[in-house]
């Protein structure tokens, strides 16, 4: 059914006959963008590194073009663009609430990116809250919390959600709150939500799920899972134009101080401040990204349209390459859980010998490969994997080919004869 932004002046309808199905996979801006090599040639770039920040889709770039010209204040101009902008603004809130299979009355707050959204929600939880944490998680969802029990790395999915289940019963009685990822960012693999959803309402508790590697991968749905609050990054999304979003229940987030105090977030001013009711209102104080919710929304309804063709294609391209890595005698793949447990096109590993420095740079300038070297913001869990060393990252995404994996491996083969 197409949305009020797909019939405004911003995005023209698109009307499809009753039962086709359009099998197309979306395209990235500069998929075959030529990078320089050492020896002075050039090849077109070999991008492994979706999982830090996705180049932009064809389609939101197309969605930003086509707003720019209307684009103006939001939610208090009477003018012509002004009113196209909100519409187009809200209407973006409705899509992301759409993507993620949101309750109705949850609230979709455009915040900065994921980082941003965890913060928000850390400020909103009530005095005392008790929230539980692991040490496998991306700093986005492990430090912002005030009073936080981590847990060590489970050796499996059960034991992730037994461990979850003994935290929760020990927490001292009042709100409760339990923090996990729904996809590794150093390894890909998919986290148990839905089964650590229910051990979290068991103990009357609340769970946020940092979805922003899950996303731009596989559909999620909060209502079927059962999930609280779900944060996630337009920039991880093919939409790099600085908005990210924190959906959930909305009563936390009325009753928070505002996250940012200015227009917009109030009310009314004078000798006191009352602040708006809305979550939304309330915690997007002073003038929205406009473009980036707009951006975000095109994101997400191109990524709907294409869920089957999308996950079906990363399965093959990380199967070449998981089965490549392993026929690397010196090339070690990292992984928390059974290797053939399910995840997205994320992969890290080590090569023998060598620095992971080292090996980006080697890639990047005798190769023109764009791999993540580091601890990926998640250094106690990469430290737990690596035994304190650094790592190298690949991930997968919409402008993968055959050829940048088969790339790779040949590439990292020569490195490790070396």
């Keep these: ?57 064809e389609a939101v770039q197309e969605a930003v073009t086509r707003a720019l010209p209307y684009y103006s204040s939001v939610h208090r101009g009477a003018g012509y663009a002004s009113q196209v902008t ?84 020990a927490c001292p009685i009042g709100s409760r709150l339990l923090v996990v990822t729904a996809a590794s960012n150093v390894t890909g693999e998919l ?6 959803a229910r051990v979290a309402h068991r103990h009357g508790a609340r769970i946020a799920v940092d979805a922003a590697q899950l996303v731009p991968h596989r559909p999620l749905d909060m209502t079927a899972f059962g999930l609280d609050y779900v944060a996630f990054s337009g ?33 009314s001013v004078g000798a006191t401040t009352r602040w708006a009711a809305a979550a939304e209102q309330r915690h997007e104080a002073g003038s929205p990204n406009v473009l980036g919710a707009i951006a975000l929304a095109a994101a997400c309804d191109t990524l709907s349209a294409s869920w089957k063709d999308l996950a079906a294609r990363e399965e093959v391209l990380v199967e070449r390459l998981r089965t490549g890595l392993s026929a690397l005698p010196h ?61 190298v990252r690949a991930s997968l995404g919409i402008g993968t080919s055959e050829e940048h994996i088969d790339r790779l491996l040949t590439a990292l083969a020569e490195l490790a004869a070396r």
């Design 1 to 57: 059914m197409p949305t009020l932004l797909a019939r405004s002046p911003i995005t023209p309808a698109v009307t499809r006959p009753e039962g086709v199905r359009v099998h197309r996979i979306p395209r990235v801006v500069g998929a075959d963008v030529p990078v320089p090599l050492r020896d002075g040639g050039h090849v077109p770039y070999a991008n492994f590194d979706y999982a830090a920040s996705a180049p932009c889709l």
């Design 86 to 169: 909100t519409g187009a603004y809200e209407e973006a809130r409705e899509t992301v609430r759409s993507f993620l299979g949101a309750w109705r009355r949850s609230a979709v707050v455009f915040t900065r990116n994921t980082t941003d959204s965890m913060n928000l929600l850390a400020r909103a939880v009530p005095a005392g809250t008790s929230v539980v944490v692991f040490e496998t998680e991306h700093h986005a969802s492990l430090l912002p919390w005030r009073r936080a029990v981590r847990l060590p790395a489970p050796a499996t999915p059960a034991e992730a959600v037994s461990a979850a289940d003994r935290a929760l019963r």
């Design 191 to 196: 986290w148990p939500i839905e089964e650590l």
């Design 235 to 267: 920039h991880k999304l093919y939409a790099p134009f600085g908005a990210g979003v924190l959906a959930g229940r909305a009563d936390w987030l009325r009753a928070a101080e505002p996250y940012l105090k200015g227009g917009g977030a109030s009310a």
């Design 331 to 391: 090339v070690r793949e990292l992984s928390l859980w059974d290797g053939r447990a399910p995840r997205v096109g994320i992969v890290s590993f080590t090569v023998d010998g060598w620095n992971a420095r080292d090996v980006a740079l080697t890639l990047s300038e005798e190769h023109g490969i764009g791999v993540r070297d580091g601890r990926f913001c998640a250094h106690p869990f990469v430290r737990h994997l690596a035994g304190g060393d650094t790592a």
